[in-house]
């Protein structure tokens, strides 16, 4: 009788609770749930996340600069399959050429796109929003892409379906992502991790909101 017991009681000390399993399953990997803790601590970890938030936005930076660039390349790459495929791709030639120049134009296209947009929408807080809005549509076919909040990534037809010209791989503004990650990333949210070192969280948190606002407003 007392076996069974001691058993039952570690059984319930190592299932864990529901509420736990959902709180978990609404954060990122890197996501840590951390304790309510006294004023010292609460003072270190401050200073820690301003530490490691001066990191974060070098590495920001950096996906911003990449993105920007991988969108560029794209971009370029689309607009000249268009132009090439005027020659190649048009009611007398498409017989005989098959689009082989315009196809194998748009296809690189289509993939420094997808490589840029993932850098972009995987970093400056974006990851989450990003992420379920993926997987609520796989989840829901009903949710159409255009119903979230960027226009980005855009579905390979944008790149590959007929037409003689593709507008939406050139519709966004260039250079706004690299100019509103070199502002945030060069100069607001470091701003605010510093002064998130000098413990004053609320400040840093709502200066932080505001650089990454300017990234995401960014994003097409």
């Known amino acids: 009788m007392r076996r069974a017991l001691t058993a039952a009681l570690l059984l319930l000390l190592l299932v864990p609770r529901p509420d736990a399993d959902a709180r978990a399953a609404e954060r990122l990997d890197w996501d840590v749930e951390e304790q309510e803790a006294g004023p010292v601590v609460s003072v270190l970890r401050s200073q820690r996340d301003g530490v490691i938030g001066l990191v974060d936005n070098v590495m920001d930076l950096q996906q911003g600069i990449f993105a920007e660039g991988a969108l560029l390349i794209s971009s370029a790459l689309m607009l000249a399959s268009d132009a090439v495929g005027l020659v190649d791709d048009n009611p007398?030639?498409?017989?005989?050429?098959?689009?082989?120049?315009?196809?194998?134009?748009?296809?690189?296209?289509?993939?420094?796109?997808?490589?840029?947009?993932?850098?972009?929408?995987?970093?400056?807080?974006?990851?989450?929003?990003?992420?379920?809005?993926?997987?609520?549509?796989?989840?829901?076919?009903?949710?159409?892409?255009?119903?979230?909040?960027?226009?980005?990534?855009?579905?390979?037809?944008?790149?590959?379906?007929?037409?003689?010209?593709?507008?939406?791989?050139?519709?966004?503004?260039?250079?706004?992502?690299?100019?509103?990650?070199?502002?945030a990333d060069g100069l607001i949210r470091p701003f605010g991790n510093v002064v998130r070192i000098f413990g004053f969280a609320g400040t840093a948190d709502r200066i932080e909101r505001f650089g990454c606002g300017l990234v995401r407003r960014a994003v097409p």
């Open 92 to 183: 007398v030639t498409q017989h005989v050429t098959r689009a082989v120049a315009s196809k194998s134009l748009a296809k690189p296209a289509y993939l420094f796109h997808v490589v840029g947009a993932e850098a972009i929408l995987g970093s400056h807080g974006l990851e989450t929003e990003s992420y379920l809005e993926d997987s609520l549509a796989q989840l829901n076919p009903l949710v159409e892409p255009e119903e979230s909040g960027h226009m980005l990534p855009l579905h390979p037809l944008d790149f590959v379906g007929d037409a003689y010209f593709h507008p939406r791989p050139q519709a966004r503004i260039p250079g706004a992502i690299l100019l509103s990650a070199v502002v």
